[in-house]
């Protein structure tokens, strides 16, 4: 499965992980993950949060409760996600050569939406004043497993259609037109729902790290840490793959198995976090730009361990803005994630000489 | 000269109301200072005048060539006290009905004008404004409006609805099932050409403040007489249930309106002056999260107000907000963890279900005393919820169920109605 073509071919920049990268990328990651668990919309001191961390007393009872069952899990699945999105970005756009890829490019988000939709939106609430307790109506575990469901349709067919397909181009287009479909089965459902599920709907497409818990944890890590183990065990045929399909073929990789994979892996990342977490945007899109732009390299070698640690610091920082500390209220994470992102991609279009030299080969 | 002219007409109605045999009371005599404005300029003398009509007409019109502009045609009003949004005014043979904020966001109220049929529709409104009351048909599209249609006896002038599958109202039901009832969908999906078929008077339906997912632009679009309920926008439990005179305006249904109004009222005043002065107010929070976001009723919102009618003290009462608040779960948590009431849950079954759901429901201590509460005692086989169809027009009896959660010995005969305990 795993090409050796580095000896032999002399594929890659001179430029591999230097350990002082890693350890930046670390300490930015770590750092973030302390600031996620120090604010939330209660106010805890910083050395109470190290002091309960270290398995001490608080000052009051809920604030072990509110950082053991609370904010860890909330970051974690940030952490989760962000690295997920941003490892399944990156290798949309190399699968396909397009700086605008995203996770979602093969319909994986659509065929979840797809799926969330029906439940949300097929379940009655009886009237204007159902209003609030529809929402209340699922528990998150529904929402969750309805997306896998989703997802995990698209995917299959994908990667049915994986299997046959010569041209990749020909793929981008497919996975192009599920989405399609699954979009407009979300559209007419909507169409023909109260408004108030609609309403109910659109919250979950705001994207939330905050709904899922420990149980939740043990089904998405497993499958998240997989996905990242296979994204990390095709960085050599993403390189190739950089260079043209053709080109490629001619170094000896078997592309439509490379391709399997990274399909695979791609839509494993960013199925599950659109499950758990809601279709979260951009972060799968800028990240890999960063990366790129930050060591100026195309080497996968560096830009997939770059965006994974870069997109989990950036879902944590991400998820501290959105819930406002020192307020009670939550802004939804999809907002706060274009913020983020379109600086970003604007970023990238301006410095598009060195976006044409990564995708150019 | 037109106030002595009105008073005639009252004393001349009130003579005939005493004069028949069998003369029933009117709860609404009509005086005249209630009707704002009498634009009689033919006295009634001159040719065998029609008598002014002793009762608003429930039924049928003024017959061809019997309208006197001079006849106040609704002898029987209704007076609003407690709906915050609604406004009607009398003219003789038509009412002014308007919403200050129809649907959330709204720019403008909305105006209705409702002419007694059988006399000259006002000049100056435009025709989708205008309905000719009594209406003889009409379709609802939430199931809101169904218990007043109930009590008012009209329901057999219901001739559709948006969906039966979550009613609760058992004769709504036997309609539905005996296929007298067309159902025409939901917000822009609504099957228009159904609502044409039927030609109903009016389509009665609400505003999300979404327009483009809502029903209204699209019906209003066809050309159909639309008319916008906005209950649910009222904070308060009594002036919810004041709008069943909104709807009984429609019908001239005045009287019934009053009368179920006036019931509701002083029941509801009286079981709020038990718990008035009371000491102990258990603490009281709602809801479930979503997503990590809870979405908690306002300080000044519907439910708060319920809470705090009832003798609770609504953790959320500083918020001076009156719809719901996003909150993040961990402040909720924070600020509910110790509360003794949790209430109002949505759809849920068993403390174990929730447990699984989410473990951290089980670190509330209303959840580890068992006092968890849910409106989820009348359901249709369908999963119809009647808390939302008539617990709208009858808050008393919602107030009396958490009158007997919170505070059990003030309340020692009452069986809860719309109220389970989560078990």
Not at chain 1, 250 to 270: D, E
Request: charged share 15%; net charge negative; hydrophobic share 50%.
């Amino acid at each position: 499965m795993i090409m050796n073509l580095d000896e032999e071919l002399n594929l890659l920049p001179h430029l591999g992980v230097r350990w002082w990268v890693l350890l930046l990328l670390g300490t930015a990651l770590t750092l973030a993950f302390a600031l996620s668990l120090t604010f939330g919309s209660v106010r805890i001191p910083p050395q109470q949060v190290f002091h309960i961390l270290l398995g001490g007393e608080g000052e009051k009872a809920s604030w072990s409760d509110i950082l053991f069952k609370f904010r860890l899990p909330k970051a974690m699945t940030a952490m989760l996600a962000g690295a997920a999105l941003s490892a399944a970005g990156l290798q949309m756009q190399t699968l396909f050569r397009n700086p605008l890829a995203d996770p979602f490019v093969l319909g994986v988000s659509s065929g979840a939406s797809l799926g969330v939709s029906v439940v949300i939106l097929g379940m009655g609430t009886g009237g204007a004043l159902g209003f609030i307790s529809g929402m209340n109506a699922l528990g998150d575990l529904t929402v969750a497993a309805a997306a896998s469901a989703g997802a995990g349709l698209v995917l299959g067919m994908v990667l049915m259609l994986s299997r046959r397909v010569q041209n990749t181009l020909t793929l981008l287009v497919m996975g192009l037109m599920f989405g399609y479909l699954a979009s407009a089965v979300v559209s007419l459902l909507i169409y023909i729902s109260r408004p108030e599920q609609v309403q109910v709907f659109s919250l979950w497409a705001a994207g939330s790290f905050g709904g899922v818990t420990w149980s939740q944890l043990r089904v998405f890590g497993p499958i998240t840490a997989l996905g990242l183990l296979m994204a990390l065990g095709m960085i050599k045929p993403l390189n190739a793959l950089l260079l043209g399909d053709d080109y490629a073929r001619s170094l000896g990789l078997n592309v439509r198995r490379a391709r399997f994979w990274i399909i695979l892996s791609a839509s494993l990342l960013a199925g599950a976090s659109t499950a758990f977490c809601g279709p979260i945007w951009f972060i799968g899109v800028a990240v890999p730009h960063v990366a790129r732009s930050l060591f100026n390299t195309a080497d996968h070698r560096v830009l997939l361990p770059t965006s994974i640690l870069l997109g989990a610091a950036l879902a944590l920082i991400a998820d501290v803005i959105a819930q406002l500390p020192g307020s009670q209220r939550v802004l939804p994470l999809n907002v706060v994630m274009s913020l983020f992102g379109v600086p970003v991609i604007l970023w990238v279009i301006v410095r598009q000489q060195q976006l044409r030299q990564s995708f150019a080969g | 000269m037109l106030r002595g002219l009105s008073l005639l007409i009252v004393i001349l109605s009130l003579t005939l109301a005493a004069c028949s045999p069998a003369a029933t009371p009117t709860p609404t005599v009509p005086s005249p200072t209630a009707a704002p404005t009498v634009t009689a300029t033919v006295a009634p003398t001159s040719t065998p005048a029609p008598a002014a009509p002793e009762h608003n007409l429930t039924e049928g019109c003024v017959p061809e060539g019997q309208y006197d502009p001079s006849i106040d045609y609704f002898p029987e009003k209704v007076t609003l006290t407690h709906a915050e949004n609604l406004t009607v005014e009398y003219h003789n043979h038509y009412k002014v009905v308007t919403i200050a904020i129809p649907w959330p966001g709204a720019a403008e109220s909305l105006t209705y004008v409702l002419v007694q049929c059988g006399t000259p529709r006002p000049e100056g409104f435009r025709e989708e404004q205008i309905i000719d009351v009594p209406i003889d048909s009409l379709i609802t599209m939430s199931t809101t409006y169904l218990p007043f249609l109930d009590a008012f006896g009209v329901l057999d002038r219901l001739v559709g609805l948006d969906d039966a599958t979550f009613v609760h109202n058992p004769t709504v039901l036997q309609m539905a099932a005996e296929g007298k009832l067309a159902t025409i969908g939901y917000g822009a999906g609504v099957n228009v050409e159904q609502v044409l078929e039927l030609a109903p008077d009016i389509v009665m339906t609400y505003g999300s403040g979404m327009l483009e997912y809502d029903a209204h632009p699209v019906l209003l679009q066809a050309g159909q007489k639309v008319v916008i309920n906005a209950e649910w926008l009222d904070t308060t439990p009594l002036g919810r249930a004041e709008w069943g005179k909104f709807i009984a305006l429609f019908f001239n249904e005045e009287v019934e309106a009053e009368a179920l109004f006036n019931q509701t009222l002083k029941r509801y005043e009286e079981l709020k002056a038990l718990t008035a002065n009371i000491s102990g107010r258990p603490t009281v929070f709602s809801g479930l999260p979503y997503q990590g976001t809870w979405y908690v009723p306002g300080g000044r919102s519907f439910a708060a107000t319920f809470f705090r009618d009832a003798g609770a003290e609504y953790l959320w009462s500083d918020d001076d907000s009156t719809g719901s608040v996003p909150l993040s779960f961990e402040a909720v948590f924070e600020r509910a963890r110790e509360a003794d009431f949790w209430l109002n849950l949505g759809f849920v079954s068993t403390l174990e279900a929730m447990k699984e759901s989410d473990v951290r429901y089980a670190d509330f201590k209303a959840f580890q005393t068992g006092n968890v509460w849910n409106y989820d005692a009348r359901m249709s086989p369908n999963g119809g919820n009647d808390y939302f169809e008539s617990a709208v027009a009858y808050p008393e009896v919602v107030l009396a169920d958490l009158i007997k959660i919170f505070h059990p010995d003030l309340l020692p005969d009452h069986e809860l109605v719309y109220y389970r305990q989560v078990k």
